[in-house]
């Protein structure tokens, strides 16, 4: 297994038409790096597309688990090999949506898809000994506590909860992976990027959403700083620069989320429950 230079890595970057995903994504390329660019919006995606100064870009819409399988297709096809995936696609939704497959929907675009997506590439990934960087949110110790019962939360759902409980999903997804493939060579961390003022909560309700489109847009970080963040972990070297297995917070340091990331039993439960929801082997 070989490392590539800094300069050589292949990174796909998902939810890269907008937002921190669209800033790292600028940023990263303009460091020397191959960056493939994901997006749900077409226009958006090809527009950084064309900043970023590539023509490799896909579109796929996380409400759809078919488009996720047929994203994966295409990045086998174009990437031989992947030094770096980033979960980054994600959003603040109202709901309970139910999703064409059965899922709600902040569930499924925020968590489900974007695991979906790594065990599809997973052996390209270990091919590689490649990094998976999960984007996830301080909303996780504020607002989640997950019910592996009740993972959709149709019942009594709270668009804050929702949101907090699929971030704290993706944190114990990259523990998981951390603990099941690190030996074979894959690394994996998630970050918070910091609450940074862009569209993300622009539909959302709920206590997040009312921050997001009142006074606290106005003074929080621009796209760029989330960005940032985003790009260091993606370009970073694993047991260097940050420990894989870690959740680190938005300046850089390992973090304290909620108490459930540390969990085993919470950890185990939630990525069987998420393999048989997938229908995965």
Known sequence: MTSPSDAEKTIVVTGASDGIGAAAARQLAKAGHRVVLVGRSLDKTKAVAAQVGTEEWFTADYAKL????????????????????????????????????????????DYLAGFLLTHLLLDRLLEAGATVVNTASIGAKLFGQLDLDNLNQFEGFAQDRAYGNAKLADIMHATALHQRYHGQGLSAVAY??????????ANAGGFMGWVYR??????????????ANLA??????????????????????????????????????????????????
């Not at 990437?79 to 497959?101: E, H, K, S």
């Not at 009142?214 to 960005?227: C, D, S």
């Open 214 to 227: 009142t006074v606290g847009r106005r003074v929080m970080p621009r796209p760029a700083t989330g960005g």
């Open 192 to 201: 918070h990027p910091g609450v940074i003022g862009t569209n993300f909560g």
């Open 66 to 109: 078919d488009d996720v399988r047929r994203l994966a297709a295409k990045l086998r096809e174009a990437c031989p090999r992947i030094d770096v995936l980033c979960n980054n696609a994600g959003g603040m939704f109202p709901g309970p949506v139910r999703t064409v497959d059965g899922f709600e929907r902040t569930f499924q675009v």
């Open 232 to 281: 260091f972990f993606a370009a970073g070297v694993p047991g260097q620069d940050w420990q894989s297995g870690q959740y680190y917070n938005n300046h850089r340091r390992v973090g304290r989320t909620h108490a459930q990331a540390y969990d085993q039993a919470m950890i185990d439960g939630l990525w069987d429950r998420t393999v048989n929801l997938l229908g995965l082997d």
